[in-house]
């Protein structure tokens, strides 16, 4: 996630996770809503952006961020670490569900080759 511009009052990020993701540029929107010094949140699919319009008055930049990255990171389960350039970078979240799901097709396919070997030794 990278801050492509910025004027007191409004934000523009780019977070290329949500290019062609319109189901998370929604969820995303209502999500970064909830936080009361935003005003707007306009999130577009195409260009993988976010447009923040927020209360000007008493609101910095870096908390402002900070907390876009901690909704990101628990309800979307995004992980963000820094460059050596201080570019600010996402990685996709790690599913649950999906490694366990992984974990039980490698293992049925384990066994069935292991069922296999045996018949054919037997």
């Known amino acids: ?6 004027i ?9 996770e ?5 189901d998370l540029c929604h969820a995303v ?5 909830t936080l009361p010094m ?5 999130a ?14 008493g609101t910095q930049q870096a908390i402002l961020l900070k907390q876009i990255r901690n909704i990101l990171a628990h309800q979307f389960g995004f992980a963000f670490s820094s460059d050596r350039f201080g570019k600010t970078t996402a990685s996709a979240p790690s ?19 292991a069922w296999t070997l045996l018949g054919l030794l037997i």
């Open 1 to 6: 996630m990278t801050a492509v511009h910025h």
């Open 8 to 16: 007191t009052g409004r934000l523009r990020l780019r977070f290329i």
């Open 18 to 22: 949500l290019k062609s993701r319109r």
């Open 29 to 33: 929107e209502k999500a970064i809503r």
């Open 38 to 42: 935003v005003r707007l949140v306009q």
């Open 44 to 57: 577009n699919a195409v260009t993988g952006s976010l447009l923040i319009h927020y209360a000007a008055r």
């Open 95 to 113: 599913n649950a569900l999906v490694e366990r799901m992984t974990n039980m097709i490698v293992e049925k396919i384990v066994e069935q080759s």
